[in-house]
């Protein structure tokens, strides 16, 4: 006989009523993961917003041609700001506020590895962004008065030199993403090491849940791409402040080098974006089909492969550079090649989805948008792997209304499935459905409305990052049809925003597991108690709750 | 499987058996691994750029003419690993003093590559008039070599911590693991110099 206690008790938490002071004390003195979470994606969703603002002016400036509502130098700052934040605080902190909060409760811990350090990374983070933010304010610009960075979230050098880019914004560029770079790398050395040792007992790496497994993935990634990055901004500190040549091409320097280095980081960097949109599907996906995961250990696998390959692609950003043949064929072939994983994890959530008992709940609807627009992301991005095609396309809109069908259609949405889906776990209250649905069928249409059509001015020739174009082009029809669609997202944004607040306040009661689901999670309380669980579960399979709720038919005689 | 047809199943039973106890790696140690991979990956770039930029310096000093092999320093600082590793078997004895005059040499062993990285920094900068800003070659070396030094630096401000710990008789043999951990990260640091080693005094010359 075994000598561990089994079942997972429910522990009883008592509610505290505490003063505003101390529960501002309370919040920023805590190193609790679930509270470290919520701060992640609540920092994350703010800065959403200033970068969701920043994409709306950019879209008034393009809605028709010869535009003057803003002028050129304040367009560049925009959309360097608008990709910097989307990229490093908005996408970044959502995936370790979500990878905060879960991983510890999905794999039975009381918290993480090293929780101080987990609080000391969400500051490094939070402060890295509002140093980046302040530059509006105190980045001394070529005027001497403010300015934000204006230089592109890539920095290209030679346009990042001290004679070009004179003033202090791009070291606010630099310093700004190097601290919360810092707190990121630290963040994912933690929830690695969290999920290396601290699972509960019988938690083997097959009986590991599939979100569990994209993060450790997805920190390990993030481990191996993001000091590459750190040092590649030294050497630009170094070259801007104490006139070293990395990036110097008078000196001998190569500017190329700057592209290899950034991309280095900047293409495996997408994975870690979408990775965790990988991630929720694997949860909510079967949840909602009612279904086990179709296909574990090869989801599992086309995980870890993903990972691989997408250190070998970075140079499909750079085709039109005038690299060798070879090195194009190269990462021509290795950006196809990643594909194909992709598309099995497609496969197998439309293999668990067939046959099930699909409720299209509000987490749902998101997860299935997702199956329809990563799709057409993943094909407009084997396209831009073609590398003729690539030479004519690069720099389009093209290739940017690519990037945001993986990034919001990708990312974006399962994100917002995310939190409908958790947010009864967080708060102990449910969101609403009806404008869920709202928020869901209208942000979704102003969606396609804007990066449908944007795909066809990048074909038509329109590049990115210009503040106007002239008439006649045959772009204006598209572009303004672009710039309504971001009206649609914006009211359908506004239903999102009005349900949190709402169902904050007076959200119908959760209770523990209201969607039926099978992780360990919701085997606790809503919101859980700071220690989680009261006594350490043991689990037997992948879903320990199906096993708990059905005795008589558990998991672990068929895994 | 006749009973499955009639719709019935067998009761399931007791679920198998899970080891107990059930043991998981130390987070220390974990840990400290992922920090050296962080840590490789962010020494990597540093040495690309070393290897990419040798021998396209538009103005001399070259490394030829100025760079010297550091044959002391590294002996040094490689024979420290074997000093820490001493010094950890003597702490899991309980041979305290052992511990703490070969933790004593593994600080002194790096102190004394510190300095000739400090002589030979010097020999450049004053007499050859090779700073960061010179070329390409002063760029690359002073940043490799200088982040290698500064890590030298920050291990050697953790050993000391740990040193102090050894005098005032607070470390006991459980705390062997914890040094060992400590000693990862020194060993980490040994392993980048063989490799600045041969790209910056080897290849690069």
Redesign the interface.
């Known amino acids: 006989m ?3 206690e089994e079942g997972i008790v429910r522990p009883h938490a008592a509610p505290e009523r505490a003063s505003a002071w101390g529960v501002a004390h309370d919040w920023v003195t805590t190193v609790d993961h679930k509270k470290l979470g919520v701060m992640y994606v609540a920092s994350a969703l703010m800065f959403f917003l200033i970068a969701g603002f920043e994409a709306t002016l950019i879209r008034i400036q393009l809605a028709v041609p010869n535009n003057d509502f803003l002028p050129p130098d304040t367009f560049n700052r925009l959309f360097t700001m608008h990709g910097t934040t989307m990229v490093f605080l908005v996408g970044m902190p959502m995936f370790f506020g979500f990878a905060n909060y879960l991983t510890p409760l999905m794999i039975g811990a009381r918290d993480l ?2 929780p101080r350090m987990n609080a000391f990374g969400f500051w490094l983070f939070l402060f890295g962004g509002i140093l980046l933010y302040f530059s509006f304010l105190g980045g001394d610009g070529l005027y001497g008065a403010g300015t934000a960075p204006d230089v592109g979230w890539f920095a290209y050098a030679p346009l990042t030199g001290k004679a070009f880019s004179r003033g202090n914004s791009t070291d606010y560029w630099i310093l700004g993403i190097l601290v919360s770079g810092l707190g990121s ?1 630290g963040t994912a ?2 929830l ?2 969290t999920i ?7 938690m083997t790496w097959s009986k590991l849940p599939l979100f569990v497994w994209l993060m450790l993935v997805d920190c ?1 990634l993030t ?6 990055l ?3 901004q ?2 630009l500190l ?1 070259d801007r402040y ?5 990036f110097d091409t008078q ?4 500017a190329v ?1 700057w592209q290899h ?1 950034f991309w280095f980081f900047g293409h495996p960097e997408v994975y870690v974006l979408i990775m965790p949109a990988f991630a929720i599907m694997n949860e909510i996906v079967p949840v909602f089909s009612r279904k086990p995961l179709f296909g574990y250990p090869f989801m599992v696998g086309a995980t870890v492969l993903i990972g691989f390959i997408s250190l070998s692609v970075w140079a499909h950003h750079m085709f039109v550079v005038g690299l060798s043949p070879a090195a194009n064929t190269f990462f021509a072939l290795s950006t196809m090649a990643i594909a194909v994983p992709t598309g099995i994890k497609i496969f197998n959530w439309l293999g668990t989805m067939w046959g099930g008992k699909i409720r299209f709940a509000v987490p749902m609807l998101w997860c299935t948008g997702f199956l329809f627009s990563f799709v057409i992301a993943g094909l407009t991005g084997v396209m831009l792997a073609v590398v003729p095609w690539d030479w004519q396309l690069s720099d389009s809109y093209f290739v940017v209304a690519h990037f945001h069908f993986v990034l919001i259609g990708g990312l974006l949405f399962t994100l917002f499935a995310a939190i409908y889906y958790w947010f009864p776990k967080v708060s102990g209250k449910m969101m609403d459905e009806r404008l869920g649905k709202l928020h869901f069928w209208v942000f979704a249409a102003g969606f396609y409305l804007t990066f449908v059509p944007m795909h066809f001015p990048g074909l038509l020739g329109m590049p990115r990052r210009i503040y106007t174009y002239e008439a006649g082009r045959g772009w204006d029809e598209l572009n303004l049809i672009s710039s309504l669609g971001v009206a649609v997202q914006l009211i359908g944004l506004s239903f999102f925003l009005w349900n949190l607040v709402r169902s904050l306040l007076r959200g119908e009661p959760a209770g523990d597991d209201p969607w039926d689901a099978w992780t360990l999670e919701w085997s606790t309380t809503s919101p859980p108690p700071e220690y989680n669980f009261e006594q350490i579960p ?1 689990v ?1 399979s992948r879903r320990p709750l199906w ?1 708990l709720k059905h ?4 998991d ?2 068929y895994e | 499987m006749t009973t499955a047809s009639t719709g019935t ?1 067998a ?2 039973g007791a ?4 080891p ?1 106890p ?1 043991t ?4 220390g140690k ?2 400290m691994l ?2 050296i ?3 490789s ?6 040495v690309i ?1 070393y290897l ?2 040798v021998g ?3 103005n001399g000093p070259f490394p030829a003419d100025v760079l010297e092999l550091p044959i002391l320093g590294s002996i040094c600082l490689l024979s420290s690993s074997v000093t820490i590793m001493l010094a950890i078997r003597a702490l899991r004895a309980g041979n305290r003093s052992g511990f703490n005059l070969w933790w004593l040499a593994t600080i002194l062993l790096g102190l004394e590559f510190l300095i000739g990285t400090g002589m030979e920094w010097y020999g450049l900068i004053v007499r050859h008039g090779l700073w ?2 010179t ?2 070659f ?3 070396f002073y ?1 490799l070599v200088g982040f290698h030094a500064f890590h030298v630096t920050v291990g050697l401000l953790m050993l000391t911590v740990v040193l102090i710990f050894g005098l005032t008789r607070s470390l006991a043999p459980e705390h062997a693991e914890r040094t060992e951990i400590l000693s990862w990260y020194w060993h980490f640091v040994d392993t980048v110099w063989v490799v600045v080693f041969t790209v910056v005094y080897v290849v690069g010359r």
């Open positions: 075994t000598v561990l590895a090293f790398t050395l933690n690695a090491t290396f040792t601290m699972r509960c007992p019988g390990l481990l191996v791409i993001l000091t590459p750190t040092a590649a030294v050497m170094l104490l006139g070293a040549h990395f000196a001998g320097g190569s080098l280095f043991v037997h096993d005795p008589e038919d558990p672990w005689r | 199943m009761p399931p679920p198998p058996a899970i107990s059930w998981l790696p130390d987070k974990v840990g992922l920090l991979v962080a840590e990956s962010f020494f990597a770039i540093f750029a990419f930029y396209k310096s538009l960061i800003d070329n390409l002063g760029t690359t940043s």
